[in-house]
């Protein structure tokens, strides 16, 4: 059977190639040969890959800090329920990978022959102290780097985002501070993150007109959420005046009783609780989400008007009624029945634990700071993991999770 994979849309393709291919072969031959590799799995894995051994690395994670200065409402971290919440930070920040420890990292990578896609995240990256230190390493052995951000430090470090980044994912959540800070508090009151975003897309815009760059693509990300269901239209107007692209992920999120099922099924394939799962329950469904496909035909019509920033749904569902499940039946998965991140993501933590789950890490296959890449990649602990979501299937959590609907 024909498995769904996530794709960058058409029109976005066509419309960048051309750009994308002058501009920068390598970082372009490594994004085909992702999407090629994610479209091909089955035929280079007939059985289905049950014995758990990975394809090449094509991407690797890195939650870089658990440090944030945001505490945003639907974020599984620090959010309302996050599994973060409580914990010390003086520990959590103690416990951080050094930069040598990663650039270490780096080099056993590129040794192994791999030359991946580096997704870099937190927490908020940009308050890892030695980030463009890092940052600029993996750049110099031509490896991509993507970047996720809540804007904080964008707009002053912009030269050095310029240099090292290909894509810039940065979180907007509203039109304006109002509701955008609504979604998105600071740990603070003094915390404006809508100043910092709009600055961060103003003065990146600025700077690639300048030196006229196509890179970093500039993606904004926004959570569909009640806070902002009424406003999806103006935060696309708002953003398209600086973005290429711009991503709506419909919630990653968990109901109570899918919650439990995971526990058990957790516990029963692996010996032990797990408890990520658990950041990520909350009542983020309840908001009228009937009104997301005419919001985003709205955005369609205004992105073919400019001629520019396509929307994009993840996952792209397609009818009212695909929606309303979306938020009501845990069980259905659109086509996405098959994780195949497993086989060739690599999750970092902060503290160098290392899993195949981003959203749901609580299964650890090795640690960065003792033990190498290809070690981790190819270990008994990976293969276990990988050989049971291929042959048991997938876990209750699995069905709203980016690793599976959005990778």
């Not at 990520?280 to 469904?285: A, I, Q, S």
């Not at 981003?358 to 190819?378: C, F, K, M, P």
Request: charged share 25%; aromatic share 12%.
């Amino acid at each position: 059977m024909l498995q769904i994979r996530s794709r960058i849309s058409d029109d976005f393709v066509i419309k960048e190639l051309a750009k994308v291919m002058w501009s920068d072969w390598s970082t372009f031959s490594n994004v085909l040969g992702l999407q090629l590799a994610k479209e091909s799995f089955n035929l280079r894995h007939p059985r289905g890959a049950k014995h758990g051994q990975p394809d090449k690395l094509r991407q690797v994670s890195l939650r870089i800090t658990d440090m944030c200065n945001l505490r945003c409402h639907t974020c599984g971290q620090w959010g309302d329920n996050g599994f973060l919440v409580g914990k010390s930070l003086k520990e959590l920040k103690q416990s951080e990978v050094s930069v040598e420890v990663y650039k270490k990292f780096v080099d056993q990578i590129g040794e192994a022959g791999w030359l991946p896609l580096w997704y870099i995240w937190g927490g908020e990256p940009m308050l890892y102290p030695d980030i463009f230190d890092l940052l600029k390493y993996i750049a110099a052995k031509k490896m991509p780097i993507t970047m996720v951000t809540n804007g904080t430090h964008v707009a002053e470090r912009v030269d050095e985002i310029i240099d090292t980044c290909k894509i810039l994912w940065l979180s907007v959540d509203g039109p304006n501070a109002e509701i955008h800070n609504q979604q998105r508090p600071g740990v603070s009151e003094k915390v404006d993150n809508f100043k910092a975003v709009k600055a961060a897309l103003e003065t990146i815009s600025a700077e690639k007109k300048r030196r006229n760059s196509v890179f970093p693509y500039v993606v904004p990300i926004s959570v569909v959420a009640k806070y902002n269901i009424d406003e999806l239209v103006d935060i696309y107007r708002f953003t398209s005046q600086y973005a290429d692209a711009h991503i709506f992920y419909l919630s990653w999120w968990i109901d109570g009783q899918t919650a439990e099922r995971h526990t058990a099924d957790f516990q029963r394939r692996f010996g032990f609780e797990p408890y990520t799962h658990l950041g990520w329950v909350g009542d983020w469904k309840d908001f009228n989400h009937g009104i997301i496909l005419d919001k985003f035909e709205e955005m369609k019509r205004i992105s073919n008007e400019q001629g520019k920033c396509p929307p994009l749904m993840y996952p792209r569902l397609k009818s009212p009624e695909e929606v309303k499940r979306y938020y009501t039946n845990h069980k259905d998965v659109f086509g996405f029945d098959q994780c195949i991140s497993i086989y060739m993501t690599m999750e970092v933590d902060s503290n160098g634990n290392v899993s195949l789950c981003r959203d749901y890490h609580d299964y650890v296959i090795g640690n960065i700071n003792n033990q190498s890449a290809t070690e981790l990649w190819h270990g008994e602990p990976a293969q276990k993991f990988r050989s049971s979501i291929s042959t048991e299937g997938l876990m209750p959590v699995c069905t709203r999770c980016c690793g599976l609907m959005g990778y």
